[in-house]
């Protein structure tokens, strides 16, 4: 971190142009993110704007709404309801979700796990608790104007939670996400962004419930959401996603690797919410794409050249736990952290309402097990995956099933080493077994590599 | 005949009777769960006991699952990998308040009428629909008549031969004799046996006067309009079915609560026992709040469907009631 803050005084000292929210992660550690401390991160120009867009996220949605902008809180669906949102002017959009990260960032002195335990969410439910603390204390982001969910082929932690958080006083617009199945052979069957297919029944009915988020969203900005603007919400969204696809590719297939594991997962998370600033979430990609593509150009890397190849299944609550997979001698070859139908370019030979139901209906967790379990399949065998890692998340409905599924999966038809771990959002306690597993699924890479 | 074996509430038997096959509504054996080769740890009970009691059908039987929760539903997805017999995931939506909702239900049952008829059933007439419906409703207004006498245990068992497409035991069972604390018990399924459990409340010096599980009254569906149902059997049935049957899943859950408030009221229960199974989220999160909305005291029975569990079980029972008592 010191690295980082040095580079950032360096560069406001020689006047190099920087976005004004750009600047020390230390400012961040003075206001309890004592996680940043023991991170290790990317020391360029742009691995800073990164972590400081990130990093100043609650402050951007105060300043909005002190500004007079309307506020939706979107739950759940990962990467649709925003797209609609940012298509109108002053709506800003935000998950409420991500505080799921907050008891980790804050090493759990935000005392959110605790708020939510006083209200029955005890640690039998996903870390994503927290966000029930933050909609009580009122400490992190602004309450919302419009919160959306969506429910029904979703993890039941989440179902919960969100209902919790209604009862506490927030009105939810609740959206129906039906179970996604294979079409039958009597039903029109429709292409998915991502592969899937799906009966055009479950699609119309995704466009229906969308269409009662559209008229919301209409009546809280006082203005229409017509087609038009949504294409050109639909064509911005996209714009982010071939960034990051381009990111993808290159840093999860070049050796030597040219970004860290860590960066990479902040990079992806944009997408879902562009981190409540569209416009400028497009320049942070655009600058760490740049950034990668020097490097591959100069064959400079960030690890050792030939390091284990890991595709990498979920997100992991204590983001330390992406450098421990490099200190292992590990590196990304790949990632699926639920949310890569948020990571798909949306069709724009469509309606827009169209092509956003069936991007809402890719959604990993909509789907049955095995439908992820191919997803994982193909992917980590374009980025040239060597091993798979699992990385459950404590106490959430679906990961018990599902990481059994995958693994069966992936060892059956890819014949690569998987591993399970487990990561709670502060992993010190656990880092022995966590460094453990993962060096033990390095060397089992290393030494299938051996002729 | 084709046995529907299914333990959703949601899945009405009379549609798959008027489809020419047996509906056959299972309390899973929990010792069926190791059968599934499931993981344990996170998994609920009972679904795993389901998935287990899916990998031993054989020929000319059939699964149904619903998609109610999320553990329900991965676990359909895993009985439809392993499991001998096809496997049928209906899919019910958690949202109720919108025209949309009660679609998708209504589209369900007939998607899941179409996999009937390719296992050998058939389409019913609207007459034969209304007819089925009829018989089921004459029966079920037979069992909710009996219910009010019966002992609790005795009232949960006839309801469970009732859901296994059996005729109930009406006769010779032991009449309700109220006395000790008055107590609901609320929450998720019952399995196999579980209705032991209204004894141990005895025992323990309490008494139900209300059974709130998924296996108990609350999920009976409405007593049928007679005259709609000749007219519109099969809205009348997503009506009775899906309008009405409040559950811990549904958004928003303003129907469980009334019903919980109505009920609470009505039967004189004096505390709540929340029967759920570890890792079940959707209880769990309603156990808290349940105490808040009736204002009395609530026992969070977490149970776990393993060898031992009946003693903790009975031990938590014994001592939520001394205190009460």
Not at chain 1, 26 to 36: I, T
Not at chain 1, 85 to 97: H, K, Q, S, T
Not at chain 2, 67 to 81: K, P, V, Y
């Amino acid at each position: 971190m010191e690295e980082l803050d040095l580079l950032c005084e360096r560069r406001r000292s020689a006047g190099a142009p920087m976005a004004a929210y750009v600047g020390p992660l230390r400012r961040h550690v003075a206001e309890g993110d004592r996680r940043l401390l023991r991170l290790q991160y990317d020391a360029s120009p742009a691995a800073l704007r990164l972590w400081s867009f990130l990093l100043t996220e609650e402050e951007r949605l105060h300043e909005a709404r002190a500004a007079g902008a309307k506020i939706v809180g979107a739950m759940k669906d990962l990467g649709t309801v925003p797209v609609m949102a940012y298509a109108l002017p002053n709506v800003v959009a935000f998950y409420p979700d991500g505080a799921w990260w907050t008891p980790c960032v804050m090493e759990l002195s935000d005392g959110l796990l605790r708020i939510a335990q006083s209200l029955g969410f005890g640690e039998s439910f996903c870390p994503v608790r927290a966000m029930l603390g933050a909609f009580v204390d009122r400490a992190h982001f602004p309450i919302p104007d419009l919160l959306t969910c969506s429910v029904g082929a979703v993890c039941d932690d989440f179902s919960a939670i969100a209902q919790r958080v209604e009862s506490l006083g927030h009105p939810i617009l609740w959206w129906e996400m039906p179970h996604r199945r294979p079409p039958e052979p009597d039903e029109t069957a429709v292409e998915l962004p991502g592969g899937f297919s799906a009966p055009a029944s479950q699609v119309a009915l995704v466009r229906s419930e969308l269409e009662r988020v559209r008229s919301a969203l209409e009546a809280l900005a006082g203005s229409p959401l017509g087609d038009a603007e949504l294409a050109d919400g639909v064509a911005q969204a996209n714009c982010v996603r071939r960034l990051l696809a381009e990111l993808r590719r290159l840093a999860y297939t070049a050796d030597p690797c040219p970004m860290p594991a860590l960066e990479m997962l902040i990079a992806e998370m944009l997408a879902i919410h562009f981190c409540s600033d569209r416009a400028e979430s497009i320049r942070v990609l655009a600058d760490l794409l740049e950034e990668v593509r020097r490097r591959v150009k100069e064959n400079r890397g960030v690890l050792a050249q030939d390091a284990a190849r890991v595709f990498w299944v979920n997100p992991v609550a204590d983001l330390r736990v992406m450098n421990l997979l490099e200190d292992c001698g590990g590196r990304l070859a790949g990632t699926e952290f639920l949310f890569s139908h948020a990571l798909d370019l949306i069709p724009e030979d469509l309606p827009p309402m169209e092509a956003l139901a069936r991007m809402a209906l890719a959604d990993p967790m909509a789907g049955p097990s095995a439908d992820r379990a191919a997803r994982i399949e193909r992917d980590a065998r374009a980025f040239g995956a060597e091993a798979v890692l699992v990385s459950r998340i404590p106490g959430a409905s679906h990961c018990a099933l599902e990481g059994a599924v995958i693994a069966r999966a992936v060892r059956r038809t890819l014949a690569v080493p998987v591993v399970e771990i487990e990561v709670p959002p502060v992993a010190d306690s656990m880092m022995p077994t966590l460094r453990a597993q993962l060096e033990a699924l390095v060397e089992t890479v290393m030494e299938r590599r051996k002729p | 005949m084709t046995t529907v074996v299914y333990s959703s509430p949601f899945v009405p038997a009379e549609w798959i009777a008027a489809h020419g096959a047996r509906p056959k509504r299972l309390r899973p054996d929990p010792g069926a769960a190791a059968r599934s080769a499931a993981p344990v740890a996170g998994m609920c009970p009972y679904a795993r006991a389901l998935a287990g009691e899916a990998m031993a059908l054989h020929d000319g039987q059939v699964a149904v699952f619903a998609t109610t929760c999320d553990q329900m539903r991965r676990a359909a997805g895993w009985a439809a990998l392993e499991a001998p017999a096809p496997v049928f995931l209906f899919n019910v939506p958690a949202t109720h308040a919108t025209p949309a909702a009660a679609r998708l239900y209504l589209d369900e049952l007939r998607r899941l009428g179409r996999f009937l008829a390719r296992l050998g059933g058939s389409e019913p007439s609207r007459d034969k629909l209304a007819d089925v419906m009829e018989s089921y409703d004459d029966r079920r207004r037979q069992l909710r008549d009996a219910l009010g006498i019966l002992a609790p245990r005795e009232a949960s068992e006839v309801i469970a031969e009732f859901d296994r497409d059996e005729r109930p035991r009406l006769q010779g069972a032991r009449r309700l004799l109220p006395h000790g604390f008055p107590v609901a018990v609320v929450g998720g399924p019952l399995m196999l046996n579980d209705a032991q459990v209204f004894d141990r409340i005895e025992e323990a010096g309490g008494v139900v006067v209300l059974d709130g599980t998924e296996s108990g009254v609350r999920t009976l569906p409405a007593p049928f309009d007679r005259r709609r149902l000749r007219d519109e059997p099969v809205l009348e049935l997503v009506d009775a079915y899906f309008g009405r049957i409040p559950d811990a899943f549904r958004r928003p859950d303003e129907a469980l609560i009334a019903w919980l408030e109505r009920e609470l009221a009505s039967s004189g229960a004096r505390a709540i026992i929340l029967w759920r199974y570890v890792w079940c989220d959707l209880w769990a999160a309603f156990a808290a709040r349940a105490g808040e909305l009736a204002g009395l005291p609530v026992l969070d029975l977490d149970v776990s469907g393993d060898e031992g569990a009946d003693r903790r079980t009975a031990n938590r029972l014994q001592a939520f009631l001394e205190v009460l008592r």
